[in-house]
Each structure stands twice: as C-alpha cells, then as structure tokens.
C-alpha cells in the first residue's frame, strides 16, 4: 500500500528532475529536486549561510498558529453548527450573515487582522480562525440537519431527553460530516498561516519562503512549500487518526 501510494508522487519527481536537467525547464528558476533536496538539508542542519539551521523554528511557529487557529475555529464552529442544525429558528436568523460572509475571500480580513492584533502571531492566528470557522460549521449544520428521523423519534420514544438526543444522536451521526469539514479546514488553516506569514508576521514558513523568492532562493522556495505540504499532509494523517475511535461503527467499503 506505501508503494502504490508513493508511486504518483516518484513520478513527479523524477519527470521534474528529468525536464529540469535534460532540458533546462524553467530557464534557471525552476531547480531540480537534488537542489532543493541540498537547500532543505542546509535548511534543516546549516552550515552557516543565510537559510542555515532555521527550518525548526520556523516549522513550529507556523504550526502553533494553525493549531491555535484551527482549534478556536473547532470550538466555536462545531458547536454552533450542532444547534444550527437542528434549530430552523436560529438557523433563518443567522444562517443570511454566514452566507453573507462566506464568499469574502479570507486574505480579505488581513488588514483588519493588524488592526486589531498588529503585526505578529495574533493576527496570524486569527486569520485561520476565520478561514477555518466556515467549512467546519457548514459541515456541522448539514450533518446536524440530515439527522435521520428514525433515529430521533426512537431516541424520544425511549425517554431521551433533549440534550441526551443531541449528544447520544445527533452528535455521532453529525460526526462524519464534522470530521470532514474539520479536515478541509485544516488545509486551509495550512494556506492561510502561510500567507499571513507573508505580510503580517516575522517569522515561519511564510516569511522564510517570502524572504527567500526577494534572494532569488527558488530552492528553498520549494524546499518551504514542501514542508507546508508535508505538514499539511501529517496533520490531516493524524485528524483521522484521532477521530477513527469515534467512527469505530464505519467501514471502508471501496474496491
């Protein structure tokens, strides 16, 4: 299975290596995967250049901000989206704004973001939030709604209480839908702390692959844009991981 997974991501690396060196692809820009494979490795352990021993650093400081962001938006959009949808009321009341708001593109909120927390890891934190609030209370809300009616009823036949329903029902068969949310949301929370890393904060793996592109650093460039790729990729590994438990009653039913 590791095999037949890693095999599209070889391919890509060996036609990248081979139209870069064969054919010089990208006129210089563009290096091949041996040179940012080097930049990565001086990037990681240093040898006393620009981008020397500094990968650590900025790999946690970018990953505390999606964590925190990313956990703030969870904390407020699951629930919310839980009473959402099951509360037609609420729902016409609020549903308009989020529509209202969705569509705004995130990296709109920037300047408001340093506004209001200046320029460092607040507004950088807050501007994941904001991304990752939206898909994960839309998921929560249709998975809260599409409750099956079955289930409700003989849950209230059987004497449940309200809040017994909503937490023995309707947040299991919710669950799903709020599991993927939560891991659409995380890559985004991935994009945004990158992007506002570019312009808001000094420090991280935005700011390490902007100020690398000003010193024509296209190595490391790729070499960060890796890392957040990876990142990305081992956080959603372990979103999944931490929520099979609560999903133990699924089976993967693909051929």
């Not at 946690?60 to 407020?76: Q, T």
């Amino acid at each position: 299975m590791i095999a037949r997974r890693s095999l599209p991501l070889l391919a890509l690396v060996l036609a990248w290596q081979y139209a870069v060196q064969a054919h010089g692809w990208g006129d210089g820009f563009v290096p091949s995967p041996l040179e940012v494979l080097a930049a990565w490795r001086e990037w990681i352990f240093g040898n006393g250049a620009r981008y020397s021993g500094s990968w650590g650093a900025s790999l946690r400081d970018s990953a505390s901000r999606v964590l925190a962001g990313f956990a703030a938006a969870l904390a407020i959009g699951a629930p919310l989206g839980i009473v959402l949808g099951r509360s037609r009321r609420l729902s016409d009341l609020i549903d308009p704004l989020v529509q209202l708001l969705r569509p705004i593109p995130t990296a709109s909120w920037i300047p408001f973001c340093l506004i209001f927390f200046g320029i460092g890891s607040q507004a950088a934190v807050a501007l994941v939030g904001i991304g990752a609030f939206f898909p994960i209370l839309l998921n929560a809300t249709a998975g809260a709604r599409d409750v099956s009616l079955l289930h409700l009823r003989s849950a209230r036949m059987l004497g449940a209480t309200r809040a017994q329903v909503l937490w023995r029902v309707v947040l299991p068969a919710a669950l799903p839908a709020l599991i993927t949310g939560a891991r659409v949301a995380m890559g985004l929370a991935w994009m945004l702390v990158v992007i506002s890393e570019m312009v808001a904060v000094k420090s991280g793996l935005g700011y390490e692959l902007w100020d690398a592109y000003y010193y024509n650093r296209m190595d490391v460039v790729v070499a960060a844009m890796a890392t957040v790729g990876v990142a990305g990729y081992l956080s959603d590994r372990a979103l999944l991981w931490g929520t099979r438990r609560f999903l133990f009653w699924r089976v993967d039913t693909r051929q």
